[in-house]
C-alpha cells in the first residue's frame, strides 16, 4: 500500500534518526543480490488480491507472480468499499479509502467471489492458497452468522477470517453504521465461532491512536489485551503487531518519569505471558518494514526479539493486488538487514514453518467442522 511514504521519515526524523534511516536504507541495497539464495523463499500470511473498489488480480496472474519463490499464500480480498459519492468527488472516482471524505461500506459479495476464483482452480494450485472470509461487520451481532453461512454455502474453501480490522487509522471512523469496537460482545460471538470452528483469525487492531504522545499507554493495548484473554482456544494473529502508517511504534524517551514499556518490550511481554499462547504477530506491510529497518538499532532489537522467540511471528506482503513480481517482492526485501541476521531456524519459522503449522491446523479443523455441520 505505497501511497504516503513520509510519515515514516516523519517518524525516523521524531526520533531524531533521519540520516540513520538513510544509511539504512542504503544497506538494503547490495542484499538484493544476496536475497538470491534459498533463504528468499517464503509463505504469505497477508495478501490482498482485491482493493477498496473490489478490483484486483486474477489468482492465475498471482500464481505467475508467485512462482517458485512462495509456496503457499493466504488470499482475501478487502472487507471494505470505499463509495464514489458525486456529490463529494465528482468525476473523480476514488480507489484507496485516502482519496475521498466519502463513507466506507461492508461489501460482503468479497467472499462468495473470492471462493469462486479459488473453486476455479487446478486441485493441486487450491493447495497453495488459504482462502479468508471477510465480508462481515464486526461491530453488529449478526456478523458470526454471515461467516458461518459462507462455510456452510461455500464449504471446502476456507481456512480463516480476516484480515478484517477493529480500529484502523483514517478507516473505522469512514464506515458506514456503527463504528466497531474491542469491547463489544459482536465480535466475541465471532471469536467463540473461531473456536468453534477452527478458523484462524487475522485481525488488524491499531495499538495507539495517531500521532500519540510519547511516555503514554498505547490507548488500545488494554482492551485488545483483554479480547484476546478473553479466547484462549481462538488462533489469532494480530496483524502488523498494531502498528499503522502513523500509528508508530511506542516511544519511551529517557527523560520518561514513570517508564512505561515500549512497543518491542510490550510485544516481548505478550510472548512471554502463557495467557497469549494462542496469539502471534505477523509483520506484513512496507510500512511496519520500513520501522524495522529504520535504523541500525532497530534493526537489532526486530533481530533480536525474532531470534529469541521464533515460533510467533510470521512473515507476509500485505500487498493489495501487486502489478507485477516487483512491487510484490519489493516487501520481502526491505527486510533484507533483518534475514540475514537471523539464525537458520528462526528464518525458517518466520518465512515459512509457523505458516505451515498455523494453516494446517486451520484448514483440518474447518474441514472436520463443515464434514460435521454441512449437510
Ligand atoms: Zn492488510
Not at 40 to 63: A, C, K, M, V
Request: no cysteine; aromatic share 12%.
Amino acid at each position: 500500500m505505497n501511497v504516503i511514504r513520509k510519515p515514516w521519515l516523519r517518524a525516523a526524523a521524531l526520533l531524531g534518526l533521519s540520516s540513520l534511516a538513510l544509511l539504512a536504507a542504503e544497506w538494503t541495497r547490495p542484499i538484493g543480490a544476496q536475497a538470491q539464495s534459498a533463504a528468499n523463499d517464503f509463505n504469505d500470511s497477508h495478501f490482498h488480491l482485491t482493493n477498496y473498489i473490489q478490483q484486483g488480480i486474477e489468482p492465475r496472474q498471482f500464481l505467475q507472480i508467485m512462482g517458485t519463490r512462495v509456496s503457499r499464500s493466504t488470499l482475501f480480498g478487502i472487507p471494505l468499499q470505499q463509495t464514489w459519492s458525486y456529490s463529494n468527488s465528482g468525476d473523480f472516482a476514488p480507489t484507496y479509502y485516502l482519496h475521498s471524505d466519502s463513507p466506507l461500506y461492508y461489501y460482503s459479495f468479497t467472499d462468495a467471489y473470492i471462493a469462486s476464483v479459488y473453486r476455479a482452480l487446478s486441485k493441486e494450485d487450491q493447495a497453495r492458497f488459504d482462502p479468508m472470509i471477510t465480508g462481515f461487520n464486526p461491530a453488529d451481532m449478526y456478523g458470526v452468522d454471515h461467516i458461518k453461512r459462507v462455510l456452510k454455502t461455500f464449504p471446502g474453501v476456507f481456512s480463516g477470517i480476516g484480515e478484517f480490522s477493529i480500529h484502523k487509522e483514517f478507516v473505522s471512523s469512514k464506515i458506514f453504521g456503527e463504528t466497531a469496537s474491542l469491547t463489544n460482545p459482536a465480535l466475541d460471538r465471532i471469536l467463540d465461532f473461531a473456536a468453534e470452528s477452527g478458523l484462524v483469525v487475522i485481525i488488524h487492531n491499531d495499538i495507539d491512536m495517531p500521532f500519540a504522545k510519547q511516555n503514554t499507554e498505547p490507548v488500545y493495548l488494554t482492551q485488545m489485551k483483554a479480547l484476546l484473554k478473553r479466547h484462549p482456544k481462538t488462533t489469532i494473529i494480530w496483524a502488523h503487531i498494531g502498528l499503522g502508517r502513523i500509528v508508530h511504534p511506542v516511544q519511551v524517551s529517557e527523560e520518561s518519569a514513570t517508564r512505561n514499556p515500549n512497543q518491542m518490550e510490550i510485544v516481548e511481554a505478550m510472548v512471554t505471558d502463557p495467557a497469549f499462547n494462542h496469539v502471534s504477530f505477523d509483520i506484513s506491510w512496507d510500512e511496519v518494514a520500513k520501522y524495522a529497518v529504520a535504523t541500525p538499532q532497530s534493526i537489532q532489537r526486530v533481530v533480536t526479539i525474532l531470534n529469541r522467540y521464533p515460533d510467533r511471528f510470521l512473515f507476509g506482503t500485505d500487498t493489495v493486488a501487486p502489478a507485477g513480481p516487483g512491487p510484490y517482492f519489493a516487501v520481502f526485501d526491505i527486510w533484507a538487514p533483518v534475514w540475514r541476521q537471523l539464525t537458520p531456524d528462526a528464518s525458517l519459522k518466520v518465512r515459512r514453518g509457523n505458516y505451515e503449522r498455523i494453516f494446517d491446523e486451520g484448514r483440518r479443523r474447518v474441514r472436520a467442522w463443515e464434514k460435521a455441520n454441512v449437510q
